[in-house]
């Protein structure tokens, strides 16, 4: 079964991209599901849509979280826990990306084995985020990375999908579309169907405890004023982010960018949290996409290296 996962933000057609290639799958003989997910929110809020196609009836149901192809039509989305945009990224997965960046500064960023493509375009683009028609361009691409949607496939799914819509625009759609399918001809066929995920391997999602302290432990001690160096802010701090090394993907980018106050450090791909200076806003925490930083009370982790000691 392929699956397949769009992202973007809302103005920008996800909807509409998933309608047309599950069209266009089903133009190729294909059983189809797609569906959109996205809330009450405003133009502009992440949302994201899936496609599910198989030459048998489909029985597997929600939100894909182990995909074979993801793609994403704003690059901005990476870094925004809630759109969930690297869920699943394994080494089987390809990753399209709308983005400014090459696909090689991708793969470091994330530092993932994953194959990384960038959405290509033909003109000089100031914003990739305006691109015209960029749903159309992302099924296009997509449809040629799969290599079982032809052509004639895509055209007539577009313009069934667009059918309310004018001449012109259905046009334009169909021709951006055919461009990204041209373009990516070198890499045909490089996305390839996961096997299915049997229920007698389900693990039950972890939770994450929250503790409730003392009021007294939120008060801040500061005993001179001093510099920022000297001043130990990390005596603020009532609950510790700490990094679960096993579950970090060594991306070295999100979480240290993320941190207000720049005391995520990396050496050698390996994020390093200066306690010292740390206030515990718990903001790496909430950024960090594969949740390898949990937050753990003060007075608890205080105890740990006391008996360690």
């Not at 960046?101 to 990739?128: F, G, M, Y």
């Not at 982010?241 to 720049?262: D, F, L, N, T």
Request: hydrophobic fraction near 40%; charge should be negative; glycine fraction near 6%.
């Amino acid at each position: 079964m392929y699956r397949i996962r769009f992202h973007g933000r809302g103005g920008q057609g996800i909807k509409t991209a998933g309608r047309i290639l599950g069209n266009a799958f089903f133009h190729e003989g294909f059983e189809v599901q797609d569906a959109p997910r996205y809330g009450a929110e405003r133009r502009g809020a992440p949302i994201f849509a899936y496609v599910r196609a198989d030459k048998k009836p489909i029985d597997e149901r929600g939100v894909i979280t182990n995909p074979d192809l993801i793609i994403v039509a704003d690059d901005s989305l990476v870094t925004v826990p809630a759109a969930g945009v690297l869920q699943g990224l394994d080494d089987h997965a390809v990753l399209l990306i709308n983005s400014h960046e090459s696909a090689e500064t991708w793969k470091h960023r994330l530092n993932s084995q994953a194959k990384v493509l960038v959405l290509p375009v033909k003109e000089l683009i100031q914003d990739r985020a305006e691109l015209p028609y960029i749903s159309a361009a992302c099924v296009g691409a997509a449809a040629r990375l799969l290599g079982v949607i032809g052509q004639s496939a895509l055209r007539n799914a577009i313009e069934e999908e667009l059918s309310d819509q004018t001449p012109e625009k259905v046009a334009s759609n169909r021709t951006r579309a055919i461009e990204a399918f041209e373009c990516m001809a070198a890499f045909e066929n490089c996305v390839h169907q996961k096997s299915s995920v049997s229920a007698l391997d389900y693990q039950s999602p972890e939770w994450v405890d929250l503790t409730c302290d003392d009021a007294r432990m939120a008060a801040p001690t500061i005993y001179a004023n001093l510099t920022s160096v000297e001043v130990k802010t990390g005596l603020w701090r009532t609950m510790r982010p700490v990094i679960e090394y096993g579950r970090c993907h060594h991306c070295w980018w999100i979480c240290s960018s993320a941190c207000p106050h720049k005391v995520i450090n990396v050496h050698e791909n390996k994020p390093e949290i200066d306690y010292d200076h740390c206030v515990g806003c718990m903001v790496c925490v909430a950024q960090c996409p594969s949740h390898a930083i949990k937050a753990v009370a003060e007075s608890q982790a205080l105890q740990e290296a006391r008996e360690s000691a």
